[in-house]
């Protein structure tokens, strides 16, 4: 009985990972992204993300083409993703 379902299972996971889509965007060492909202910049580091500066609305409108905006893939651009925390009482 068991073999059957473990079976099974393994087979939805397979067949899941097949459909399975990027989280985010591949980016390389050195790359820069800037956090549209805020204006924060970081570059990636062998070590990670680092904060470098703060972009003022000028400096926002005058980005070069290599600087990443976005790290999520374009076909979950529109995704709205839920607050944590929030106000009590309130959905």
């Known amino acids: ?4 379902i473990a079976t099974a299972f393994a087979a939805l996971l397979i067949g899941a990972s097949a459909f399975a889509q990027p989280a985010s965007v591949p980016v390389k060492d050195f790359d820069v992204y800037v956090d549209t ?3 924060f910049v970081f570059v990636k580091l062998p070590a990670g993300w680092k904060f470098v500066a703060k972009l003022d609305s000028a400096e926002m409108s005058h ?3 290599t600087v990443l905006t976005s790290l999520l893939p374009a076909e979950v651009e529109g995704t709205v993703v ?9 959905p």
Do not use: D, Y
Request: aromatic share 0%; no cysteine; proline share 16%.
């Open 82 to 90: 839920a607050r944590q925390g929030g106000e009590q009482g309130r």
């Open 63 to 65: 980005l070069p083409g």
């Open 37 to 39: 909202p805020t204006g």
């Open 1 to 4: 009985m068991i073999k059957p």
